[in-house]
């Protein structure tokens, strides 16, 4: 699915306003960014609009404020680090309305090349409600609007959708040009075998995932806590494991489309178990079939993590979604671990479906290994689910 969207390299931006919503939701703890990957991956886009000459307004959300400011979820900390990346000022407009005077003032006095970042979109109320009037505000600052956050675009809010109203012409950064290309054609023009990974812990969160991959995928692994509702489909008992009883059906409904499709199905054979949910307990490994009462499955076996690792040994496209365990706890990160380092060995194309997925290789030490690592967990999940995302729809076509 190459992209029939206009991308930054479709625009003439000399001497203009661009608005780009980027995605600098990062992780802080006491006003330290403690991952900045996200701010890493937005520089390409700036650095080329800096280049060519235009006047390059930033705005982003971090974190849930619910629309009014809260201090500990300002992007003052972003600016300062862009400063510091970018090798030049980067203007921090300190408006607790997001388009305020010091917004206004600061767009005013753009030279071409500047570089203003606007304060956290989600302080307006507006803005997860897509409200034409913020939208409004927003476009009135630029000409042209770039949306590069892939993370935010599964949403319909003002600073990824509503905006592209009020701008005479709209694109996707660098970023978003190459999640777009890379999900798109994985999932769409894969080079096969194509394997896909799922974990995590609910089978609610990827009902239509799996529903979509059965139909582009070869293989299919199933590990983490969702893993549990497949055994029982199957006949087995789980324990204390995670269970969703009200998926069975739906697990059964899977495996059988899977037969009929000639997709290889896999859960696994094997399940470290325990009876308290810390890293420092006694574990065990059984078959996931027979997990006893009061225990439950924390990680995959071993018996499973070499199943899961040759089955991706075969591959030539794979894409994961999702831990095998909980990957928080050191015993028990294990079958996490062998699904990187399997993905981290071959010679193919290897996407991460972000979040917890993209943490645990980062964590790991296997992120340089990987051909992509997606910045957005649920917008890489919808990517997969085979849906359009707004944020990608309401840009200008070619």
């Known amino acids: 699915m190459m992209l029939n969207k206009k991308s930054i390299d479709d625009l003439v931006v000399k001497g203009k306003k661009v608005l780009v919503r980027c995605d600098f939701n990062v992780p802080l703890q006491d006003g330290v960014i403690t991952d900045e990957n996200r701010i890493v991956a937005a520089l390409p886009t700036i650095e080329k609009l800096i280049q060519e000459g235009a006047k390059v307004i930033l705005c982003s959300h971090m974190g849930k404020p619910k629309g009014e400011p809260k201090p500990e979820l300002s992007l003052a ?98 970023l978003m040009e190459k999640e777009i290309n890379f999900l798109g054609n994985a999932v769409n023009n894969p080079e096969r075998p194509f394997v896909a990974i799922l974990g995590g812990s609910k089978v609610s969160d990827k009902i239509n995932v799996i529903n979509n991959l059965l139909e582009k995928v070869d293989t299919l692994i199933i590990g983490g806590g969702m893993a549990y509702t497949f055994a029982v489909a199957k006949g087995g008992k789980v324990g204390k494991s995670l269970l969703e009883e009200d998926k069975v059906e739906y697990a059964k409904q899977m495996m059988k489309k899977a037969e ?139």
């Not at 862009?82 to 753009?110: H, R, S, W």
């Not at 927003?138 to 956050?149: C, K, Q, R």
């Not at 050191?330 to 079958?335: I, V």
């Not at 996407?351 to 030490?365: F, K």
Request: net charge negative.
């Open 77 to 174: 900390p972003v600016a300062k680090r862009l400063c510091e990346k970018l090798g030049k000022e980067v203007v921090f407009a300190k408006d607790d309305n997001v388009v305020g005077e010091n917004a206004k003032k600061a767009v005013a006095q753009m030279k071409d090349g500047d570089i203003v970042l606007l304060e956290n979109t989600r302080y307006r109320k507006e803005e997860t409600k897509n409200e034409e009037s913020f939208s409004k505000e927003l476009g009135s600052l630029a000409e042209i609007f770039v949306n590069d956050a892939f993370g935010s675009s599964h949403r319909a809010h003002c600073s990824t959708v509503g905006v592209t109203k009020f701008v005479k012409e709209s694109a996707v950064g660098y």
């Open 260 to 398: 009929e499709k000639g997709v290889k199905f896999l859960i696994p054979v094997d399940t470290v178990i325990t009876q308290e949910f810390k890293n420092d307990t006694p574990f065990k490994t059984v078959s996931t079939m027979n997990i006893p009462d009061d225990w439950e499955g924390l990680d995959i076996g071993e018996e499973s993590r070499k199943i899961f690792a040759e089955a991706i040994q075969g591959a030539k496209t794979v894409v994961w979604n999702g831990p095998m365990g909980v990957f928080e706890f050191p015993n028990f990160a294990k079958g996490t671990q062998a699904v990187a380092e399997a993905m981290a060995q071959i010679d193919a194309t290897t996407i991460i479906g972000g979040g917890d997925s993209a943490a645990a290789v980062n964590q790991l030490g296997y992120g340089e290994k990987m051909t992509h690592i997606s910045t957005g967990g649920g917008a890489s999940l919808e990517f997969l689910e085979g849906k359009e995302l707004p944020g990608v729809a309401a840009v200008d076509d070619k």
